[in-house]
């Protein structure tokens, strides 16, 4: 709640396995006192098709993000729109991009065993080839220090952040506001 008071575009819920997993009863619960035309994303690692479906409609998710292993075809087969989340390596982590084309990617930090969240930033020129007419949303490392910099140098549809909101693995909703802030007093200002 804190981060649609702050005037966040998107909340994400994370029901991969790991630090971050919800319930799916609190997942439910936010979705449904988020107030209208904020999206309610629902983060995948390599989850069985039936039950992301089963999730998405228990928890009214609007927006999908997959960040394993996901086929094209896997994320087409949902009527939610669908983020595919990709780890940016190097250079040859963009080379099946295109594959996604119908899908908006958010770029992220790679790392051997986590799929997000890492708080690494990954070289931003990486970005901006990835972008390249495609949609992209830019994640790894991104904080209220950086993120202006991140924009203006990569110029994304988005931004998406987790770690850099965080205190002591706990999100800080000072961190919150301030990040989102930062991000809107630079729109409203014609930057």
Request: contains cysteine; negative net charge.
């Amino acid at each position: 709640m804190a981060a649609a008071k702050a005037g966040a575009d998107a909340v994400g819920m994370v029901f991969a396995p790991g630090k971050r997993q919800i319930s799916l009863d609190i997942a439910r619960e936010i979705c449904r006192a988020l107030p209208p035309f904020i999206s309610k994303v629902g983060v995948f690692v390599d989850a069985d098709e039936q039950e992301v479906k089963e999730i998405a409609g228990f928890c009214g998710l609007d927006t999908l993000q997959f960040h394993g292993q996901e086929t094209p075809e896997y994320c087409s087969r949902f009527a939610n729109k669908v983020i595919k989340g990709v780890q940016i390596r190097n250079e040859r982590s963009l080379t099946w991009l295109s594959d996604y084309a119908e899908h908006t990617l958010l770029l992220d930090s790679y790392h051997p065993q986590e799929k997000g969240g890492t708080g690494h930033v990954f070289p931003w020129d990486l970005a901006v080839k990835a972008g390249n007419g495609r949609r992209i949303i830019l994640a790894g490392g991104l904080d209220s220090n950086n993120v202006l910099t991140a924009i203006q140098t990569v110029k994304p549809f988005g931004v998406d952040v987790s770690s850099g909101v965080e205190t002591g693995g706990n999100k800080d909703q000072d961190k919150i506001r301030t990040f989102i802030t930062t991000i809107r007093r630079w729109e409203y200002d014609g930057q």
